[in-house]
């Protein structure tokens, strides 16, 4: 995944950037395009304005939680507010999340999957 340098943006500055960039929004069935058997890469930004993202894999569903896992090493990233970028190889999804917890190496942030 390709994405422009955060620099010191808020995370709502980067999400305006960025936001410009694609032309369509998808924001129904959002269960039925992330949550499938199909590991997708993301990255996640918290809300330092320093954090230039960190690399992970959409690791499953739950009723209103996306889980994550990453192979870095240590991730000491403040994940209470964060965008996610999620390449799901023919489209990019992006979000605002709110961490929930971490458990044995899994993030659970929270996503409205429904309504």
């Known amino acids: 995944m390709m994405l422009p340098m955060r620099g010191t943006l808020s995370l709502v500055e980067y999400y305006e950037i960025i ?19 199909k590991r997708c890469d993301a990255v996640i930004f918290s809300a330092d304005e320093m954090d230039g993202g960190t690399h992970f894999y959409l690791d499953g569903c739950e009723t209103d939680s996306l889980i994550f896992r990453s192979n870095a090493l240590g991730i000491e990233e403040d994940y209470k507010k964060s965008l996610i970028f999620i390449d ?11 961490f929930k917890y971490l458990f044995k190496g899994r993030y659970w942030l929270f996503v409205r999957l429904s309504g």
């Open 19 to 37: 936001i410009g960039e694609f032309r369509d929004g998808i924001f129904d069935k959002i269960p039925d395009i992330l949550c499938t058997d």
């Open 88 to 98: 799901q190889g023919d489209a990019i999804c992006m979000f605002f999340s709110d």
